[in-house]
């Protein structure tokens, strides 16, 4: 009897597993089957792994065959990998299968526990879609025409969007775009109306990015086939929510003056300051190629896989460094980069140079990205045009790895100004701001990626030189002011004197604020007042501390599940609890349990459009209802809270009973983990958000079920007051200093005295000075706010006394609205008295 086993590739860990259970059910575990799914990058963990495939097919191998079952795009080529490096004799008994994944799993497990040889059990798998397909009946032929582009529009479901985020679909928002389209089924397109182009391929990312789509342009986007909907409504929630960027404006550079020294050459300012230091020449010689004629496509195609796999596990293992050593905005540039390398029609045309013109791999390669850095660099938008850095980065990037040649490594002996023709977002990453003091490049622009994580990096940057800077000698004496975009070579004394007078000057004001900032906020009559941060990330946290925060007095976790197609898993989760932990050290840190609904829907998630959704279900109404994914939380917060004063806090509580299933919960998370011997910290203290009224009206009863409160004005003042904090008409009565929320604060703050439990406040009202005097009058303990106004509170704090402040109270409440409250404190401020 035949022993097949079954091997399941998957992106997604928890989908491998969920098949293997189902099958391994239906078949009593009598079927050797095994997952290769994920990887090992707790940021960006979905994804697949040819050395994880290979491992998989090796530890279930039998003689018999093993059936190798996948699901989307890069499954097929990491398994197809896989074969590349078993042994000859074991290679010939694998089959991988185009069968569908659950479907083909179960169809396979059943035939193979029934002895079947592995040719029965793969035309059970590929029969697997036979039973849905007859009870689907018609619909079954749009499934059918899957896969084939078509410009028949006629069953296609189309919408029309705007596209209001700042700079269009650049590379990062298209990366998401096309991220998102590909985990859909139905065949997805997308045009652009305002510029009247055809419809590209929603699965390519270049495509995507070179439709040239801007701020306000009007986008179509046309799907077809059994998830439709559901894919148009993704897309569309994407689009609506600016792609999960912010509204800012893009950092734009201080209008302090700029010595006005005339300069020996002229560029384009693109990361500010200034350097003063010898140059050092640095201009990578591209890869050599030879062409030649190949008798073997399929050998070149093999290769090339190789090298595609090799080069993006560099650009992930660059992505987790990039974002733990600068930014998670930075390092999303990389997740532009793999799909670069996943791009169907970039590989549609590899393909056809290798098996129609039989060129070889790495002439294939090299032509068909030239062809793209073209369509690129003919782009009207001098954004997008400057995209060609990140293409060329990843197309030298397989090319490297196609004829093992290396990049010339930069070892630097002393600090220097880095004289290159352009350099890739990649190499800027590398660079150390102790020894590279300044960058000058004859490409680039000031919006591409290299000179936004040198900017990061606190690098300045002059790009758009003449390209008569890369004759100069190395150690030639040079000057830049990455602010004026000036460049002084072998600068006199005067020039010098003068830079380094204002380099001083910017250096000093940065310091100063540094240091008020990072002194502790104390009454006049000697009160310690923490200052703590609200932060959404790892970024924030580095920048919160830097601001002087003395701890996180919340974090807003729902961010780590915005913007994404599914729930961070449990690992993603921990990495960051514990990256902000360590930072955090010993000093508190309140992680928020998740808090989605009311104005951060989550499609995914479930959360479908409400008539009220602030008064809906969110919050912890969500998480008690959806222990799935609250238990996962809470897990990861346990696991990383040994060793540092993590603290729980659970959001948009209005009942007891809400408070004790949360905590019965976390009491059964905490005894899963003792049993695993898992350790965390026991003592951990547990609080809730008071920003319901219903909670504050029985902040008695509440307060002896946890160690503290925290006051959410925010939410707070919209009960309250009844008005919606996202509507503008009725923002001014929201006001978080009316005296009917301030009574509200003064209610909750008596009853956490009376049972001894510290209460804080983490709403905006907490970063306004004016506010100050009367939340220290209050009663509160502690304030946690927006790092960017801790030096300024720390200041307003600094100049009350709490007998003041409690005065000054005490009249607000018996005031009759927020203006006359306003008065009050600037009245009272301005006095002499205080
Ligand atoms: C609040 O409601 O005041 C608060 C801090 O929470 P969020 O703004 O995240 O709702
Ligand atoms: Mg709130």
């Known amino acids: 009897m035949a022993a097949i086993a079954i091997v399941i590739v998957s992106h997604s860990r928890q989908l491998a597993e969920g098949v293997r259970e189902l099958a391994t059910q239906m078949v009593r575990g009598k079927v050797k089957l095994a997952i290769a799914a994920g990887i090992d990058d707790p940021q960006n963990p979905l994804g697949t792994d040819a050395m994880q495939v290979r491992e998989a097919i090796e530890s279930v191998y039998s003689d018999d065959g093993v059936l190798v079952l996948m699901d989307l795009g890069s499954a097929l080529m990491s398994a197809e990998m896989a074969l590349e490096f078993l042994p000859d004799e074991r290679r010939d008994k694998v089959y991988l299968c185009e069968a569908p994944l659950v479907e083909g799993a179960i169809a396979a497990a059943v035939a193979a526990t029934t002895g079947s040889n592995i040719e029965r059990v793969i035309a059970e798998a590929r029969e697997a879609l036979a039973a849905k397909a007859a009870q689907l009946g018609s619909q079954l032929s749009l499934v059918e025409d899957k896969g084939q582009k078509t410009n028949d529009r006629g069953q296609t479901k189309e919408i029309h969007l705007i596209i209001r985020n700042q700079l269009g679909l650049h590379a990062r928002p298209a990366a998401k775009f096309v991220a998102t389209a590909a985990h859909f089924q139905s065949q997805i397109e997308v045009r652009n109306i305002t510029k009247g182009t055809e419809y590209v391929r929603a699965d390519s990312i270049n495509q995507v990015a070179t439709l040239g789509v801007r701020q306000g342009h009007e986008i179509a986007i046309a799907a077809r086939g059994t998830d439709a909907d559901e894919a148009l409504e993704a897309l569309q929630a994407l689009v609506e929510d600016n792609f999960g960027e912010s509204d800012r404006v893009l950092e734009s550079f201080p209008l302090t003056s700029s010595p006005s020294l005339s300069p020996d050459l002229q560029g384009i300012p693109a990361s500010p300051g200034i350097a003063i230091a010898p140059a050092f020449l640095y201009c990578p010689t591209p890869v050599q190629l030879a062409e030649r004629l190949s008798a073997d496509p399929q050998t070149e195609w093999q290769q090339l896989q190789v090298a595609l796999q090799i080069a993006k596990q560099e650009i992930r293992s660059l992505r987790q460094q990039t974002a733990s050593q600068i930014g998670d905005s930075e390092a999303a540039i990389f997740d532009a980069h793999v799909l670069f390398l996943e791009d169907p029609a970039l590989l549609d045309t ?46 030298q990037r397989v090319l490297r790895r196609l004829t093992g040649s290396n990049l010339t490594a930069l070892e630097l002996t002393h600090p220097v100004i880095l004289v290159a023709p352009d350099l890739t977002p990649s190499d800027v990453t590398k660079l150390d701001p102790e020894r590279v003091l300044g960058i000058c490049m004859t490409h680039g622009s000031a919006t591409s990626h290299s000179a936004i994580v040198a900017k990061t990096l606190g690098i300045p940057v002059v790009v758009g030189l003449t390209p008569e800077v890369l004759k100069l000698r190395d150690e030639t004496c040079l000057a830049l002011d990455g602010e004026s975009g000036k460049v ?76 994404r197609t599914i729930a961070p898993s449990e690992e993603e989760q921990l990495a960051v609890y514990q990256a902000i932990a360590q930072l955090m050290d010993t000093r508190p840190f309140i992680i928020r349990t998740l808090d989605v609904g009311g104005d951060k829907p989550v499609p995914y998630l479930g959360l479908s459009p409400e008539t009220n959704p602030f008064l809906g279900w969110r919050g912890i109404r969500f998480c008690l209802d959806r222990t799935d994914i609250f238990k996962t939380q809470l897990r990861a917060i346990l696991r990383a809270s040994p060793g540092h004063k993590i603290k729980i806090m659970f959001p948009m509580i209005s009942t007891v009973a809400e408070v004790r299933q949360a905590k019965a919960i976390l009491a059964e998370v905490q005894s899963e983990l003792r049993q695993a011997n898992i350790p965390f910290d026991e003592a951990m203290e547990v609080g809730i958000m008071v920003e319901v009224p219903s909670a504050a009206a029985i902040a008695d009863r509440l307060a002896s079920e946890v160690n503290f409160f925290s006051l959410g004005t925010n939410d707070l003042s919209q009960y309250v007051m009844a008005c919606d904090r996202t509507n503008a008409k009725v923002a001014a009565l929201a006001d978080a200093l009316h005296p009917a929320v301030l009574r509200t604060i003064q209610q909750t703050v008596q009853a956490a005295r009376e049972a001894g439990i510290w209460v804080g406040l983490c709403g905006e009202l907490a970063a306004d000075p004016l506010a100050v005097p009367i939340l220290l009058g209050l009663g509160i303990d502690e304030l946690s706010l927006n790092p960017q106004k ?13 007998t003041e402040a409690q005065a000054i109270a005490q009249a607000a409440l018996k005031l009759d609205s927020a203006a006359s409250v306003r008065e009050l404190v600037a009245a009272s401020l301005g006095n002499n008295n205080l």
């Open 790 to 802: 801790i030096g300024e509170v720390k200041g307003a704090i600094a100049q009350i006394t709490i």
């Open 488 to 563: 002084w070579i072998d600068p006199d004394e005067d020039t010098i004197a003068t830079l380094q007078s204002k380099r001083d000057r910017v250096q000093a004001a940065k310091q100063k604020a540094l240091a008020t900032a990072q002194q502790p906020a104390i009454t006049r009559d000697g009160k310690p007042i923490p200052i703590l941060a609200n932060i959404s990330g790892i970024a924030d946290a580095k920048v919160a501390l830097n601001l002087g925060a003395e701890g996180v007095g919340v974090m807003r976790t729902e961010f780590l599940y915005l913007d």
């Open 350 to 395: 590899v393909r056809q140079n290798i098996f129609e013109r039989h060129l070889n791999a790495e002439v294939a390669w090299h032509e068909a990205v030239e062809k793209l850095t073209t369509t690129y660099r003919q782009l009207e938008d001098p954004y997008l045009r400057s995209r060609v850095a990140d293409v060329t980065d990843v197309g």
